[in-house]
């Protein structure tokens, strides 16, 4: 038998409890031995619930018991549940954990300490929910070297941006939806804005790269400047918006960026819609390859914790997970990426040709029925910081979207 | 150093020792240990080429070599790739292998001498070649009861019923012009029969279900039948067509079918275009996933023969794989397996309204513009075995299309 004890009772933590009560019979075949959850840590009590009994509200409970070999972390944030997986780990417990925050900050230190102790940290629910991305790039993808990942990672902001792409709906139209849906939190900065896709990002480019990635290095764009007028372009492009977060290989270099970007048909990524979570990646001999499913929920989250319980149990005594350098990758700055870019811009096209001509060139104009009194066009390549000197130059500029090769 | 040997210096055989050399640095890290091509097995001298020097004729010359640890298999064909292989595995060499018929046919006994003998028997490449689909289910979607794994698993037909629904050509035509680019073989056989998707739904099904199932049982039905008419009756109905190779559980029983397919758009698969693969996989308490990537080709192949050799070298004496039964699957008959049609019939849909829905009931009728002289209609969920005693008192059936849910 395999003590484990939760850290955290709420919506992943009793996912986790009901997935190993719904499963247990296939998991404990699949472990090699039986998965016991012998303490539920939690501030509260639940009375009537069957999982009472295990509740503990003291972590040292658990630090202290040798019988528990793994701990599974799901209280989210940064503190307590950082000094509670390091006592953990230091104690000789494997630690599982869905917890982004804390990978993308303290990843490197927990993965060092889980090596030194022939321990495991294991961390696939924190990125993709129930898509297997990290356990992809750990062991199934060792044969080559990874030159992007791009991914759609965060399921509130792709539902919003299918609405207003599908609907013509506009932004505050769709996350007032989304919130009363419960697809959108009260105070939803963390997802508009991108913070937790770009945590996301941080983790997958520091275990591509094995060295620490820091997510403040990264630059971060969220969906709250994106129109119904903006969708309306990407449509007569043959296009769609999509928040991406993606690491891609210059050279030497990475380049990674969150942001809303147009994606053409035809990319694996295009019709990841509404809810779903996907991650494309490029191997230099694999070629393409895009895994995609529940990006979050209670269930397919606690499935890829209890598989990483799994994977704990059949190597106690034995580090599976490749680690990265706590040594800090230098990222490409941004204004040194390469890119093309939707420029809208007020006034008659034909009035202002010239002087758009002017300053980007040649470009491909482009007018939407029904949007008067503005107009759109694409840039030919030039890096983030040429484009930034040409629109200081440019009046009436609108709105800029990047576009995705 | 891990000395291993390749047999077969066809297109994967070449591709294997192509990506070691191109990324070896990796591989080696990630493997912990320096991977070193030995032994390369033909029955051709390749004078010139750098592998001349590995180069034997003869397999005792690697199976009597105690320093080759790891044997990679990509001959393909069940003779004498299975003699090679279980002798291989017999003088205590771990082997990996693309060989989707070998392991169809001879997978649970070679599964089971490696388990013996704490070796390993991997074969990511066999299904979905690049798609890391085997090891997912593996490791990865252990906490899961899996209920579906529907794929499109044959790159040639999937590029041809891209071709036809796209292009509105006919069958004939697209083979012909698949023939030409190399993307289908002179004797097509093996993909537009299904064969080829068979024998991989065959493993599928074995590893999700722990038990042997023969690829023999699995009612196969090919693309050949597949008309330009066909697809203007799913563009029609807001549908595609695919050869769904698929696996789904009713009660303990499973269902295996491998048959062209309309398939709704909004489905994970519909826009698997070309001659990309994907695998759909629905899990109890994970949902929906999708794992997407080239299902062929010389590198993205090798990649996946290679990624096996690395987790073979990281666990040279650790059995790693799960193993299914000898004891056969009986599979449910596909009499009893429910679901809808598409049925084409020829005359006039007002004139035969009263005949048809005397057989099959109240039925959705469809007009196609530019078709004269037939109609189709989709009929309520029945089981196969219903549907087929219907259509035999029917009469004029054009032709008969299966509805994916």
Request: negative net charge; hydrophobic residues 40%.
């Given at each position: 038998?395999?003590?484990?004890?939760?850290?955290?009772?709420?919506?992943?933590?009793?996912?986790?409890?009901?997935?190993?009560?719904?499963?247990?019979?296939?998991?404990?075949?699949?472990?090699?031995?039986?998965?016991?959850?012998?303490?539920?840590?939690?501030?509260?009590?639940?009375?009537?619930?069957?999982?009472?009994?295990?509740?503990?509200?003291?972590?040292?409970?658990?630090?202290?018991?040798?019988?528990?070999?793994?701990?599974?972390?799901?209280?989210?944030?940064?503190?307590?549940?950082?000094?509670?997986?390091?006592?953990?780990?230091?104690?000789?417990?494997?630690?599982?954990?869905?917890?982004?925050?804390?990978?993308?900050?303290?990843?490197?230190?927990?993965?060092?300490?889980?090596?030194?102790?022939?321990?495991?940290?294991?961390?696939?629910?924190?990125?993709?929910?129930?898509?297997?991305?990290?356990?992809?790039?750990?062991?199934?993808?060792?044969?080559?070297?990874?030159?992007?990942i791009t991914g759609i990672l965060?399921?509130?902001?792709?539902?919003?941006?299918?609405?207003?792409?599908?609907?013509?709906?506009?932004?505050?139209?769709?996350?007032?939806?989304?919130?009363?849906?419960?697809?959108?939190?009260?105070?939803?900065?963390?997802?508009?804005?991108?913070?937790?896709?770009?945590?996301?990002i941080?983790?997958?480019?520091?275990?591509?790269?094995?060295?620490?990635?820091?997510?403040?290095?990264?630059?971060?764009?969220?969906?709250?400047?994106?129109?119904?007028?903006?969708?309306?372009?990407?449509?007569?492009?043959?296009?769609?918006?999509?928040?991406?977060a993606?690491?891609?290989?210059?050279?030497?270099?990475?380049?990674?960026?969150?942001?809303?970007?147009?994606?053409?048909?035809?990319?694996?990524?295009?019709?990841?819609?509404?809810?779903?979570?996907a991650v494309f990646?490029?191997?230099?001999?694999?070629?393409?390859?895009?895994?995609?499913?529940?990006?979050?929920?209670?269930?397919?989250?606690?499935?890829?914790?209890?598989?990483?319980?799994?994977?704990?149990?059949?190597?106690?005594?034995?580090?599976?997970?490749?680690?990265?350098?706590?040594?800090?990758?230098?990222?490409?700055?941004?204004?040194?990426?390469?890119?093309?870019?939707?420029?809208?811009?007020?006034?008659?096209?034909?009035?202002?040709?010239?002087?758009?001509?002017?300053?980007?060139?040649?470009?491909?104009?482009?007018?939407?029925?029904?949007?008067?009194?503005?107009?759109?066009?694409?840039?030919?390549?030039?890096?983030?910081?040429?484009?930034?000197?040409?629109?200081?130059?440019?009046?009436?500029?609108?709105?800029?979207?990047?576009?995705?090769?």
């Amino acid at each position: 038998m395999v003590n484990i004890a939760v850290m955290g009772y709420g919506t992943v933590g009793s996912g986790v409890v009901e997935v190993i009560n719904t499963n247990g019979d296939i998991i404990n075949q699949r472990a090699g031995d039986d998965i016991n959850i012998k303490y539920v840590l939690d501030l509260r009590d639940f009375p009537g619930d069957p999982v009472q009994e295990k509740i503990v509200h003291n972590v040292d409970e658990i630090i202290n018991d040798p019988e528990i070999r793994i701990v599974v972390e799901v209280m989210g944030g940064i503190e307590p549940a950082y000094t509670f997986v390091k006592k953990c780990l230091e104690a000789g417990k494997s630690v599982v954990t869905s917890n982004k925050a804390l990978v993308a900050k303290h990843g490197a230190e927990l993965l060092s300490i889980a090596r030194e102790r022939e321990l495991n940290f294991l961390f696939e629910a924190s990125v993709g929910g129930g898509i297997p991305i990290i356990r992809a790039l750990n062991s199934s993808l060792t044969a080559d070297k990874i030159e992007e990942i791009t991914g759609i990672l965060n399921g509130t902001t792709n539902y919003m941006l299918s609405k207003m792409f599908y609907e013509g709906a506009d932004y505050d139209e769709v996350l007032k939806e989304a919130q009363d849906n419960g697809f959108a939190e009260r105070n939803p900065e963390a997802d508009v804005e991108g913070y937790d896709a770009c945590r996301k990002i941080a983790i997958l480019s520091s275990l591509i790269s094995g060295q620490q990635v820091d997510f403040e290095d990264i630059y971060t764009e969220g969906i709250t400047k994106i129109t119904k007028e903006d969708m309306l372009y990407a449509k007569e492009l043959g296009m769609t918006i999509k928040l991406l977060a993606s690491s891609k290989r210059h050279g030497d270099h990475l380049h990674a960026i969150v942001a809303p970007a147009l994606l053409r048909k035809g990319h694996p990524l295009y019709s990841v819609d509404g809810v779903f979570n996907a991650v494309f990646v490029h191997g230099n001999v694999l070629g393409d390859a895009m895994f995609y499913g529940s990006g979050a929920g209670k269930l397919p989250t606690a499935s890829a914790v209890v598989a990483d319980v799994v994977d704990a149990a059949k190597h106690l005594h034995r580090n599976i997970m490749t680690m990265w350098k706590s040594e800090k990758l230098e990222l490409l700055p941004i204004e040194d990426t390469v890119r093309t870019f939707l420029v809208r811009m007020s006034g008659n096209a034909e009035a202002r040709r010239g002087e758009v001509e002017k300053l980007f060139g040649d470009v491909q104009i482009i007018q939407v029925d029904g949007l008067d009194g503005e107009f759109g066009f694409v840039t030919a390549e030039m890096t983030e910081g040429e484009y930034a000197q040409k629109a200081a130059e440019a009046e009436g500029i609108l709105h800029m979207i990047r576009i995705e090769e």
